[in-house]
């Protein structure tokens, strides 16, 4: 039996940071990874075309390119260069008019301001709040809970920025919190179609933060890509962990976490083998953890009984298209964005993600696209264009919209539905099909087959609506990394603080680990 410091199960971003934090604090560390290639949700391939890159899952990286627990690893040493659009986010109207997002403030804002006076300005001091307020609230979101020291910082700033307004602000929904702050369509359209990139329905409170974030990132840091496909940031995350020796395993499916008397003792994997060690992060799902890899008898009652209302977000179809040629946009946007979003109007887009929350497959799905090869060139030959867009659909099917679908998502439901995600893009780029070379299509069961954190297609971990945030993830009076049992950490987008790739549910992990080491042995010392 092999026998090392800390165990990570899963080598996604968030079991590879953690890992590398181990490591750096000079434990030994070995990571396990069910596939065959490292990276979880953060990898890329060439299936689909010869000569073009697709990123299999996630693509655009802000939280990463501010994730205080990333940018301390220094990747760019390690390998990763990254990579930007002309425009950050762009969204066409079926009118031939654009809402543009470019990383320049004073840009974006004339672009608003052309398209309805007062809009510029208005962008401008939505920026100026940020300015004040961007650095503690990111920080506070992806602390461990409480989140004291930036919860300070932005308590301190409340004063100067409107005091309880702010706070009101910050849970307000999306649909109404720009409302007597713009006038025209615009940057409304672009902050909504942010929170689409969460779960949380639009009328929901959480969504307007979450359309801010994202907004706002896209702002100041951009929507980047590293160079050459996602599996590059993967990449410069291994090499780092093995410059300080520490060791990823891939095939290697760990089906059980073995405790005794409280206390994790090692795992086993499928194969037989078994390690010991007193630390395990587990970079899995909760439902995984508490229902699969632990024996029942080693789960309190009370996280059996929470984890039976655990809510998953909702699955996921994503198609990757390569393309012989740009989009033949019908009216082409003044600079090309790297991620577009596809909706003729806020109300449709909300219809939409309201449609999926109540079971129903929608006919005009909202969808959220990528153009690779816009945004990094050596994703596919010259002239050409490495595309992909998702959607989100039901983990529970009701019904569909348009009358055909049964939710059941085999080959004909997944080609008939990629028909209609791309007669919403053929809509506002005629002779957008007549470009496909190849297309792949990856619904809820092939996603998860790739990787089996995303149960059903859910890219989130669970849904990240309040009720399953902060001290209720992954389930109620949690919030932390820590679990019931000794030297065992949830550090995966199920625990706090939730989906997107930031690396800091491993952090949170890691240090919380790393606290527990120094702790006498009686108080819970690894």
Request: charged share 20%.
């Amino acid at each position: 039996m092999s026998r090392v410091d800390a165990i990570v199960i899963g080598s996604g971003p968030n079991g590879l940071v953690g890992a590398n934090r181990l490591a750096d604090a000079g434990w030994s560390v070995l990571v396990l990874e069910q596939q065959p290639t490292y990276g979880g949700a953060v990898r890329h391939d060439t299936d689909v075309h010869e000569g073009f890159r697709h990123d299999t899952f996630s693509a655009f990286y802000p939280l990463a390119a501010a994730s205080p627990a990333l940018l301390s690893l220094d990747l760019e040493r390690w390998g990763v260069r990254w990579r930007h659009a002309p425009a950050v986010l762009g969204h066409p109207f079926p009118d031939g008019s654009w809402a543009l997002q470019v990383r320049d403030r004073e840009q974006t804002a004339a672009g608003f301001e052309q398209a309805q006076p007062g809009d510029g300005e208005a962008w401008l001091r939505l920026c100026a709040l940020w300015d004040e307020i961007g650095e503690q609230l990111i920080g506070a979101l992806l602390s461990p809970f409480p989140p004291v020291r930036h919860g300070a910082g932005l308590a301190a700033k409340l004063p100067k920025v409107g005091g309880l307004d702010l706070v009101k602000m910050l849970l307000t929904p999306a649909v109404d919190l720009w409302r007597g702050r713009f006038q025209g369509k615009h940057p409304t359209i672009l902050l909504a179609g942010n929170a689409g990139h969460s779960d949380i329905p639009l009328e929901a409170p959480g969504s307007g933060v979450m359309g801010l974030l994202m907004t706002m990132l896209g702002q100041t840091v951009g929507f980047p890509v590293p160079e050459g496909g996602a599996g590059e940031l993967s990449a410069a995350l291994v090499r780092r962990l093995e410059a300080r020796g520490g060791s990823v395993r891939c095939n290697a499916e760990v089906t059980h976490i073995d405790v005794d008397r409280g206390r994790v003792t090692g795992v086993r994997t499928a194969d037989g083998e078994r390690y010991g060690t007193d630390v395990v992060l587990a970079d899995v799902s909760a439902p995984a953890l508490y229902g699969r890899l632990l024996d029942e008898r080693d789960v309190p009652a009370r996280i059996q009984r929470r984890m039976s209302t655990f809510q998953w977000d909702p699955g996921t179809v994503k198609v990757d298209w390569a393309l012989d040629g740009p989009v033949p946009w019908d009216s082409p946007p003044a600079q090309t964005p790297g991620t577009v979003h596809i909706a003729d109007s806020m109300p449709q887009m909300s219809e939409a993600l309201s449609q999926v929350h109540a079971g129903l497959i929608p006919d005009k799905p909202f969808l959220l696209t990528g153009l690779m090869t816009t945004t990094d060139p050596t994703r596919s030959p010259e002239g050409t264009e490495t595309m992909w867009a998702y959607t989100h659909v039901p983990q529970h099917v009701r019904g569909d919209v348009g009358e055909e679908l049964e939710g059941t998502w085999d080959a004909d439901e997944r080609e008939r539905f990629a028909d209609r995600m791309q007669a919403r893009i053929e809509a506002l780029a005629p002779g957008f099909g007549s470009r496909v070379l190849s297309r792949r299509v990856l619904g809820p069961r092939e996603l998860e087959a790739r990787n089996a954190n995303l149960f059903g297609g859910a890219v989130g971990g669970g849904t990240q609506q309040l009720h399953q945030e902060l001290i209720f993830r992954p389930v109620s009076g949690t919030g932390r990394a820590d679990t019931a049992i000794r030297g065992l950490y949830l550090a995966s987008s199920s625990a706090h603080p939730g989906g997107g790739v930031h690396g800091a549910a491993g952090n949170n992990a890691a240090r919380a680990a790393l606290f527990k080491a120094r702790l006498p042995r009686s108080l819970g010392m690894r």
